[in-house]
């Protein structure tokens, strides 16, 4: 198995944010860990992933699990308790939610969709391991209002801001309510996942309370040259679909999404599952490592049922 050096140890495959130049460099690690055999992908939908970056399901979550996702959303939004918790984050220009992290612990119901085996199981097969949550949010997307999601790659901010050492990680995004053209679908850039586009720009202390707000701010945000090169080769992809629908992307694919001007909210489930072969360690570039809501330390594997989806 190959890993990453800790920082300051070695040569960190992966430098970004103390760079003053983004010089792309190409991923040293799997896609696919392991021999993928142990899963419900088959050999077709394996290479499309290792090949693209991505996966999209028409139906992940079922008609009555969405309704109850979404319920629950409700109970959420309304738990006096929740605002102005951390766990809340709010719309930079409103008072709409823009997220809500780690509602697998807030909530059983999300738990208990998060940890069911037709979504980890995808996991361990592409991650070659146990896996566990590394960070669950419900993205809101607000109608008239919710704020975009700019051009990142997810791995540059768990590497430098985390300390994960390799892209050995991947992303859920499930469909709440349905994702149209018009209310902000995520876009992803296919074959981005190969090439690691180190951001410019030093991480400040405390740097999650600002980067969290939707603003474009520099460290973090995936060079734009980078992404132009990549976009200019691979085009994007854009994910629309009904709700239970949903797109499973490797942690170093450049994804973002447009505001919603629209009347239409789009509201996503994001769940990230991290291979226990790969736990976090010092930040590779920031003073101090996130809080727990935004980079679980916990590493305690996803345990296999088979209770069906969604928590019988
Ligand atoms: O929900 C979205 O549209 C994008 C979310 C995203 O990029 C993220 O959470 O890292």
Redesign the pocket.
């Known amino acids: 198995m190959s890993s990453s050096p800790a920082p300051g140890t070695a040569h960190d495959p992966y430098p970004t944010r103390y760079v003053t130049e983004s010089v792309p460099v190409e991923r040293s690690h799997p896609v696919v860990w392991g021999d993928g055999t142990d899963g419900p992908l088959d050999a077709g939908r394996l290479a499309a992933y290792e090949r693209d970056g991505f996966l999209s399901f028409d139906a992940l979550l079922s008609e009555e699990q969405v309704a109850r996702c979404r319920a629950e959303i409700g109970r959420m939004t309304a738990d006096s308790s929740l605002r102005g918790t951390e766990r809340m984050v709010m719309e930079p220009d409103s008072d709409g939610i823009r997220s809500l992290f780690e509602v697998h612990e807030l909530s059983e119901v999300f738990g208990a969709v998060i940890r069911s085996d037709p979504l980890a199981s995808l996991a361990r097969q592409i991650l070659g391991s146990e896996v566990y949550v590394h960070q669950s949010?419900v993205?809101y997307?607000a109608a008239f209002g919710g704020s975009p999601?700019g051009w990142?790659s997810?791995f540059e901010t768990w590497h430098s801001e985390d300390g994960m050492p390799a892209p050995r990680a991947l992303s859920l995004?499930i469909a709440l309510t349905k994702n149209m053209p018009f209310n902000?679908p995520?876009m992803i850039i296919p074959g981005s996942h190969r090439t690691f586009v180190p951001s410019v720009g030093e991480t400040p202390a405390d740097y999650h309370k600002l980067s969290l707000l939707g603003k474009n701010l520099p460290a973090g945000s995936a060079d734009r040259a980078g992404v132009t090169a990549l976009a200019e080769r691979h085009g994007i992809r854009q994910f629309t679909g009904a709700p239970g629908s949903a797109v499973m992307f490797d942690c170093n694919c450049l994804?973002?999404?447009s505001g919603n001007v629209s009347p239409f909210p789009r509201t996503?489930l994001?769940v990230v599952y991290n291979s226990v072969r790969n736990p976090l360690g010092v930040p590779y570039a920031a003073p101090r490592p996130r809080p727990r809501y935004l980079a679980n330390r916990d590493v305690i594997p996803v345990p296999r049922t088979d209770s069906g989806p969604g928590g019988r």
């Open positions: 949010r993205n997307k999601f990142h997810d995004s902000g995520l994804h973002a999404s996503n994001f």
